[in-house]
């Protein structure tokens, strides 16, 4: 039963139902030329972190963005820790970070899906560098298929796993190296935590998860433990190429990752290239910069997400159009669409299958 209260609450919301969106208007077109100068003058009169032998842990670190960000600090004089699960991989990108002018990397071979392997990552920088200067979460894991194909939740946790459980364990366990450093968390997140993509929904899931979670621990930690939340758009990995969980756990491959990349939204948007993105990530975070969006065009989606939903429905027109769209062959033609899937070095383990 509704009471007196409860009716002037309804309409105590009611009038603000009405007016708010009207103050909120006002508040954004008379404060954003203002927050606009006070960025462009920060960033003027800001100096960017100096790299020199810090000591900065990246999480997935064997290809794409995480290999490319490792590079870029090498770049900078920074002392490396680089994880993931494929041993090799990761002694070929350590190799290249020494090449580079990286002067010590240290790569561990742990699982991030797993409170224990994001706790052997923290423990064993600081046991080899005695401290932790910039932890770079970035190990992740996509999926495509549609939600309706999956008949067994438990299959496919290992994305929440990774891409959520993951960034929070081992935050949890570096954050008092970063505050005795004075260090910065730098956060690897996705456009897909804002904008819905079809045939990702655990994929977008996490990384909304991880959106929420960095920004309210940024409420709780202040100044003392920066983050820095970089979302970027399409851009070309193994995970774009197809590396893809399947239904079943497992990576998709073969003729089932081109397949399935095919089906993904990836096509309709231009790639953007691995190293300009690390870049750029890389110089967010030297100017401790909050969240920035890479390419910085999908931050307008954002708008029409909050104010006009409806239109986001207009990317099923991707899955039949997606093919021929005027961007992607501009794109191809560009050289930067996305190329037949590689061979991603199936190798046993979670995730992992042997090639048939
Ligand atoms: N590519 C894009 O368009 C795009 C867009 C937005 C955000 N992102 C995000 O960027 C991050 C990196 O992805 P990417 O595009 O560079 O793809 P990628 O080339 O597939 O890189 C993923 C990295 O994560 C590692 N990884 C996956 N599962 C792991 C686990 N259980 N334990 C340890 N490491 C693990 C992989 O190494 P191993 O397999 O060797 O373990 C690999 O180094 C992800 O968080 C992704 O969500 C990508």
New binding site residues.
């Given amino acids: 039963m509704e009471t007196l209260k409860d009716t002037m609450l309804v309409g105590l919301n009611g009038v603000l139902e009405l007016i708010w969106p009207l103050i909120m208007l006002v508040t954004l077109v008379t404060t954003y030329p203002v927050l606009a100068l006070w960025r462009v003058l920060r960033r003027l009169f800001t100096f960017p972190l100096s790299m020199q032998d810090k000591v900065v842990l990246i ?9 490319h960000i490792a590079y870029e600090y090498s770049r900078l004089g920074a002392l490396l820790a680089l ?4 041993g090799e ?2 002694e070929a990108v350590a190799q290249k970070c020494r090449g580079f002018g990286c002067k010590d990397v240290l790569t561990i071979q ?4 797993d409170e224990e ?1 994001c706790k052997k990552a923290v423990d064993e920088t600081v046991q080899h560098f005695q401290r932790l200067d910039t932890l770079v979460l ?5 999926q495509i298929f549609p939600f309706e194909e999956l008949e067994d939740t438990q299959k496919v946790r ?1 994305i929440m796993d ?2 959520f459980w ?1 960034y929070v364990n081992t935050t949890k366990f570096a954050l008092p190296h970063l505050r005795r450093s004075g260090g910065q968390l730098v956060v ?5 935590s804002y904008l819905p993509q079809l045939k990702n929904t655990i994929y977008n899931a996490s ?1 909304a998860a991880v959106s929420a979670f960095f920004e309210t621990l940024r409420l709780e930690l202040g100044s003392d433990v920066p983050i820095t939340l970089f979302l ?4 070309k ?4 190429d197809g ?1 893809a969980v399947q239904p079943s756990g497992e990576f998709a491959t073969g003729d089932t990752a081109v397949r399935r990349r095919g089906e993904a939204g990836f096509g309709l948007f231009p790639v953007f290239p691995t190293p300009a993105l690390a870049r750029r990530a890389v110089a967010a975070a030297r100017y401790r910069l909050q969240r920035v969006v890479i390419p910085s065009w999908y931050s307008l989606m954002f708008y029409i997400q909050a104010f006009e939903p409806e239109l986001l429905q207009l990317q099923l027109w991707s899955q039949f159009s997606g093919k021929n769209s005027p961007v992607k062959k501009t794109t191809e033609m560009l050289g930067g669409g996305l190329k037949a899937p590689k061979d991603f070095n199936f190798k046993e383990g ?2 992992y299958k042997k090639e048939e």
Avoid: F, H, Y
């Fill in positions: 999480t997935g670190a064997s290809s794409g963005i995480g290999e994880v993931a699960r494929r991989q990761l742990s699982d991030m899906g392997g970035n190990a992740g894991l996509i290992s990774v891409n993951g690897n997140d996705s456009v897909a990384k970027p758009g399409v851009v990995s193994d995970m774009t590396k979670r995730g």
